[in-house]
């Protein structure tokens, strides 16, 4: 769809697409489905005990975006979930205690789990609300966008730079740098560019470079669009019914 | 009464839920986990009562080897069963040891052959409940053995009541104690619950094995009347055989627990109501009959557990204008039952009932509402660190307002006393090393009214393959008669844990 748009616009428009316009179109394709389920094996470098197969469960409900994850395995974390209603308000269930904890906004910036992605990896979906974009360079395959924090708003990180693929409209390599300019994180996304215009993600990793090049690579086993997800999954009764 | 007939009710629906599910059979999903645990503490100092006399020796106080199961089964969405037991080898036979405090019975050859005493065992059943979803538009069901966690506060819950409490072990902190309980959670909407609780069957809660030591001090009288206390603290000499008779509240269904929690968010702010209407979990002395039995003074001790009815009241989130410090606020008025605690006297030649000043038994426990609060905040300080803190106004096991008073039994006279609600000052932090795989923790408790003090530093090493590494020390500071140094509450001790998960 969001090719279809940028097409039009191409065609119609009078030329490129505004950077801020980039953005939003890259949100539209990631996140802009009604529902989304994956499951996900991540493997923790470093020999991490952990390394656990999660589900993520995404959807819109009542403006906003949320996001459950899930934990299957490791057995000691079975059961284990974490409810993303933005990034402000998030909850984890507990199975051990059988209780569900709010999770407080100043741990955004702590490890999940031990691995590279953030609390607030799981809380944020769409960077154009917190972020204004500036073109820095573009090929026929891609193009590189600046990110920066919009006047008002508080994002992790003090300025984002992404590359996204101009077929799909999907980003491929996100890098994180922090308010002194030092790149601290780096994503990149290995995506499926047969089925373009629709390029389903199948393997992301996030490294760390001030934590000693940390990787964590996440293998997407399975994923589904628009497979109906109830509104109702979405609350804290339903993540504290655990798996 | 209502709220019981409720709950009936809802036992019923489940049943009537449960028939209507049984055809077509759903397949069984079922999970298994587990863990095999083992964990060994050595007491480093000795602990004695305020007389001088041994009350804690220095040794091995747990070996305990655990074994863990989990079972979840989910049949279809509507359905789960949940089963998490342990079977535990304390490591020590129960045929006494020389110098083991306190002294156990005799042992006989016989018990040398049983292997029950020279290798016994226990088992804890966490859970074994089962979840019926939607058994009515937003209604969830759970029925069976489970510990249903209320407050927002870390640890320190005074909403908390519907699960006795787990002291024998205090490393643990009062863990609940799992009990047989119907639990309905009705979401109408969003993040709005209604959830209710019926508890038809009492069960007291798990005190630590060095309770009996409280017998053996005379240092707390409960009587608030001053006259009255120290008529009792002139009669009673210090060589007096104390004996504790604990009984259990009635069966019937008037007796059972009931509580209702409404829960929900107001902005960023999630808020919660609760009422509980039950018992506390720790005995108190309801009465007390002296008598001379071959030239000892004897007082055998009738222990019971006070009806309470507690309002509740919770907050937790993030101040946004405070660096998105995380915050929580729990609250709990608590209605107690009065206690007059009768004093009867089976001695030649003595009253034979002791009666405050206005002719009525003594007062231990007033029916005056008090309040048990906990205030705390949390933040993560980079990615490796976590800093919490709370004050709490009533410890877990504090009951009743009032006052507690203590005495040294050295020297009558002397009297200390402080309310029964102390004030204490919680604090701890989380520093994560080696890529996470170390984690360094360390919680104090301070009491601000005596000074006593728990520290609790431990280091947790997670390697390969789910085993955790854990080596620690639990450490009591305080004399005799403090609420920490008291050595009913323990030893200081040591600890090494070793612990693999599947």
Not at chain 2, 367 to 391: C, E, F, I, R
Not at chain 2, 471 to 487: C, E, N, Q, R
Request: glycine share 10%; aromatic share 10%; hydrophobic share 40%.
């Amino acid at each position: 769809m969001s090719v279809l748009v940028l097409l039009v616009h191409l065609l119609f428009g009078g030329g490129e697409l505004t950077a801020q316009q980039i953005l939003e179109q890259t949100d539209k394709e990631t996140h802009g489905h009604k529902d989304f389920y994956a499951r996900i094996k991540i493997k923790i470098g470093g020999g991490s005990p952990v390394d656990p197969t999660i589900e993520v469960l995404q959807k819109v409900v009542g403006g906003k975006q949320m996001r459950l994850i899930r934990f299957m395995e490791p057995p000691d974390f079975r059961g284990m979930g974490v409810l993303a209603e933005g990034r402000d308000i998030m909850y984890v269930y507990l199975p051990g205690f059988d209780k569900v904890r709010r999770i407080g906004a100043h741990a955004r910036t702590q490890s999940f789990m031990g691995s590279d992605f953030t609390y607030d990896d799981l809380g944020q979906s769409v960077l154009a609300p917190d972020y204004e974009a500036s073109l820095v360079s573009t090929t026929a395959a891609e193009w590189v966008l600046d990110l920066r924090p919009r006047p008002g708003r508080d994002p992790s990180f003090a300025r984002l730079r992404v590359t996204i693929v101009r077929k799909c409209m999907q980003i491929s390599k996100l890098e994180y740098y922090d308010a002194a300019g030092v790149k601290v994180r780096t994503s990149l996304r290995d995506m499926e560019f047969s089925t373009a215009p629709h390029c389903p993600v199948r393997h992301i990793s996030m490294v760390t470079h001030t934590r000693g090049e940390h990787r964590t690579e996440g293998d997407v086993l399975f994923y589904k669009l628009d497979g109906g997800l109830s509104d109702e999954l979405f609350t804290v009764r339903s993540l504290a019914r655990g798996n | 009464m209502a709220i019981r007939s409720v709950a009936l009710a809802l036992v019923l629906q489940a049943a009537r839920v449960a028939a209507a599910q049984e055809a077509p059979a759903p397949a069984i999903d079922l999970k298994l986990s587990g863990s095999l645990y083992n964990d060994v503490r050595y007491v480093v100092a000795e602990k004695n009562l305020d007389g001088g006399a041994l009350a804690v020796p220095t040794g091995f106080d747990r070996n305990d080897t655990r074994l863990r199961w989990k079972a979840v089964a989910r049949a279809g969405e509507h359905a789960k069963g949940v089963a998490d037991v342990e079977l535990v080898w304390t490591g020590f036979s129960r045929v006494p040891y020389v110098g083991q405090l306190p002294p156990r019975p005799d042992a006989t050859l016989d018990d040398l052959s049983n292997r029950l005493v020279i290798d016994p065992l226990y088992v804890n059943a966490y859970a074994a409940y089962v979840d019926l979803y939607k058994v009515a538009p937003g209604l969830d069901l759970r029925l069976g053995r489970q510990v249903t966690t209320w407050g927002t506060a870390d640890k320190f819950n005074p909403t908390n009541n519907l699960n006795p409490l787990d002291f024998e072990d205090p490393l643990r902190f009062g863990e609940g104690i799992s009990n047989d309980m119907v639990r309905a959670d009705w979401n109408p909407r969003g993040d709005f619950i209604v959830t209710m609780v019926w508890v038809p069957l009492f069960r007291p809660a798990r005190l630590p094995r060095t309770a009996p030591l409280g017998l053996e001090s005379l240092a707390r009288l409960p009587f608030q009347d001053d006259d009255f206390r120290h008529l009792v603290s002139s009669l009673v000499p210090p060589g007096i055989l104390v004996r504790a008779h604990p009984l259990l509240p009635p069966t019937d269904l008037q007796d059972s627990q009931v509580a209702v929690k409404v829960a929900g968010r107001i902005g960023t702010y999630d808020l919660s109501l609760s009422y509980y209407n039950g018992r506390h979990d720790l005995p108190t002395p309801v009465h007390a009959l002296a008598s001379i039995e071959a030239g000892q003074l004897v007082a055998d001790v009738t222990l019971g557990y006070p009806r309470m009815q507690v309002i509740g009241f919770d907050s937790a989130g993030s101040l946004p204008w405070l660096y998105d410090l995380g915050y929580w606020i729990e609250g709990a008025v608590v209605f107690p039952q009065e206690i007059r605690l009768g004093v009867d006297v089976a001695i030649p030649g003595q009253p034979s009932r002791l009666l405050d000043a206005s002719g009525q038994n003594p007062l231990t426990v007033a029916s005056t509402p008090y309040l048990k609060a906990t205030v705390g905040a949390d933040y993560t300080v980079g990615p490796h660190s976590y800093v919490n803190a709370q004050y709490v106004h009533g410890f877990i096991d504090e009951f009743g307002g009032g006052r507690t008073i203590w005495r040294a039994s050295f020297d009558p006279g002397r009297e200390v006393t402080a309310p029964r609600e102390g004030d204490y000052a919680v604090a701890g932090t989380d520093l994560k090393l080696l890529r996470d795989r170390l984690l360094l923790r360390l919680f104090v408790v301070y009491d601000l009214n005596d000074g006593s003090a728990v520290v609790f530093p431990q280091s947790i090493l997670t390697g390969s393959g789910a085993t955790e590494l854990t080596v620690g020390a639990f450490l009591f500071v305080g004399s005799p008669v403090t609420k920490f140094g008291d050595p009913a509450a323990g030893g200081s001790q040591v600890f090494a844990r070793a612990k693999i998960s599947w």
